[in-house]
């Protein structure tokens, strides 16, 4: 069962976007999903209540308050949402069960530094040898200076970008109705699907 964990400790990221679409995705391809949020303002459990019955099914379950409740039965993948400033036990037990992160990263010189030392602490996580991390520029445009500027800091780090993610109301607007851009006529989200198929192709690799 795949656990897909997106973290940042910087808050104001798009975690929750992140996290409430890739759930969408691996939904849209007729698996088992479970949305777990660990982060303190629940807004992946609020989404979720938000989300229509005729929508594809996403379960979720409880989280507390330094333990994390176990998927219910059927469950095949498991995205975990979490908090800013995650650290200490809460996060070692959190990517003690990832098979991969993503680290949604905006192109600013104060989120990627800010960024930098929890990116170092996953490389040396004793878990590194098995645990795939992957990086998501967001509110980004690839075609701008910020853009290239993101790209070199992370190949320095050694981790790939999985793609960027522009600034678009689409996303709130999806949020509003717990849906996805997996969950409508792709017509409608066409750009925004483009920048998604190589996130896409790393969570089925």
Request: hydrophobic share 40%; proline share 6%.
């Amino acid at each position: 069962m795949p656990v897909v964990v997106v973290a940042n400790p910087k808050g104001g990221v798009g975690k929750s976007t992140m996290a409430t679409n890739i759930a969408g995705y691996f939904a849209s391809r007729g698996h088992q999903v479970m949305l777990g949020d660990a982060d303190r303002q629940q807004s992946s459990r609020l989404w979720l209540r938000l989300r229509p019955a005729e929508a594809r099914p996403i379960t979720s379950w409880e989280v507390g308050e330094g333990q994390i409740a176990k998927p219910p039965k059927g469950t095949t993948h498991v995205v975990l949402d979490t908090p800013a400033g995650m650290h200490g036990k809460w996060m070692e037990d959190t990517l003690r069960s990832a098979d991969k992160v993503i680290v949604p990263l905006q192109p600013s010189i104060f989120d990627m530094y800010a960024t930098r030392s929890f990116l170092d602490e996953l490389a040396h996580h004793r878990k590194a040898s098995r645990m795939q991390v992957g990086i998501v520029g967001t509110r980004v445009d690839s075609r701008t200076i910020a853009a290239d500027k993101l790209q070199e800091f992370v190949e320095a780090l050694g981790l790939p970008v999985l793609g960027f993610v522009r600034p678009t109301q689409n996303y709130v607007h999806l949020a509003a109705r717990g849906l996805t851009l997996f969950d409508v006529a792709p017509g409608k989200v066409e750009r925004d699907l483009e920048q998604w198929q190589g996130i896409c192709r790393w969570l089925d690799a």
